[in-house]
């Protein structure tokens, strides 16, 4: 059914919600037609529940019914209109990038209310796709100075243009980690989100995940799902000054061997936590 041009943002958001109802259900449609109306025409909550007149122009038009197809293919909402919320601030992301995550907001939190310390501090991000976790540390703990590594270069342009946008300095270096070096003592924390959906869940993962984030920054293979953290924990043993942290994103379903991998290479104080959901999801340990 076409979108009406005279209407209001009331009746607007019931049309467009109940175009995505079948695919998503009621709660979810309307939280991404939120979304889309404020992401696309700036029509925001609070001028829906006013029932704003709204007249909207061809050119308005074209773009509503464009991102509605697009959502009807399932496509993440962040990816039509272009960002995703971290932290409260507007991430641009696409499909070179994952789309900031709140399990995420939780580890970024963490580290900054656990190195509010006026000293001068150096962090690393190893896997930094949009750039959300060295951008927001940077301007939420300005006394840690932050860098950004990724393989993907189509990613370190996105975090490149989020830093600048956001009035972050952030230095970000294209290195692929499984071949990386760190020179001894260089940094305060290091901190990693690597890939760690395995293989075997992609059945489990819904069409917007699978089809549309990068695999590159997801998936590692059944036969080594920790390839990357025994790659990253080995580098920091040496990265990391002494009385340094290690952080991690953890797959929910090795929480004990994170913990096992940490204790046999002797990092101390290690501590793992859950999200909001009651799940194990983060992970950290000192060296020294």
């Known amino acids: 059914m076409p979108i009406p041009a005279i209407t209001s943002a009331d009746k607007l958001f019931t049309e467009v919600a109940n175009q995505l109802i079948l695919i998503y259900g009621a709660n979810e449609a309307q939280s991404i037609t939120d979304y889309l109306l404020e992401g696309t025409l700036a029509v925001t909550a609070k001028e829906r529940l006013a029932k704003k007149p709204l007249e909207l122009s ?40 994952l789309i900031p995550r709140p399990e995420t907001e939780e580890l970024v939190h963490w580290i900054v209310n656990s190195h509010e310390k006026p000293d001068r501090a150096k962090l690393l991000d190893i896997g930094t796709g949009s750039g959300c976790i060295p951008i927001t540390i940077s301007l939420e703990a300005p006394n840690i100075q932050c860098e950004g590594w990724d393989i993907s270069e189509a ?53 917007n995940v699978l089809a549309f984030d990068p695999g590159l920054a997801l998936f590692v293979g059944d036969d080594d799902p920790l390839i990357f953290y025994r790659k990253i924990a080995g580098l920091a043993r040496t990265g990391l ?35 909001i959901n009651g799940k194990d999801r983060m992970i950290r340990g000192r060296v020294g």
């Not at 038009?61 to 919320?85: F, I, S, T």
């Not at 990613?155 to 270096?173: C, D, I, Q, R």
């Not at 499984?178 to 290091?190: C, N, P, R, S, V």
């Open 58 to 97: 061809d050119f308005d038009l074209d773009v509503l019914e464009e991102a509605v197809k697009r959502l009807k293919n399932e496509e993440p909402v962040q990816h039509v209109v272009g960002y995703g919320w971290f932290y409260g601030r507007k991430f641009q992301v696409n499909k070179e990038v």
């Open 155 to 207: 990613a370190l342009k996105t975090a490149s243009e989020n830093a600048t946008k956001l009035g972050a300095e952030v230095h970000f270096k294209q290195v692929n980690v499984l071949e990386a070096m760190i020179d001894k003592g260089a940094f305060d924390i290091i901190v990693s989100n690597p890939p760690y959906v395995r293989d075997s869940e992609k059945p489990l993962m819904s069409k």
């Open 241 to 275: 000054k002494n009385g340094g942290w290690l952080y991690f994103e953890i797959n929910e379903a090795f929480g004990k061997e994170m913990k096992d991998l940490l204790d046999s290479l002797s990092y101390s104080n290690i501590e793992l936590r859950q999200d």
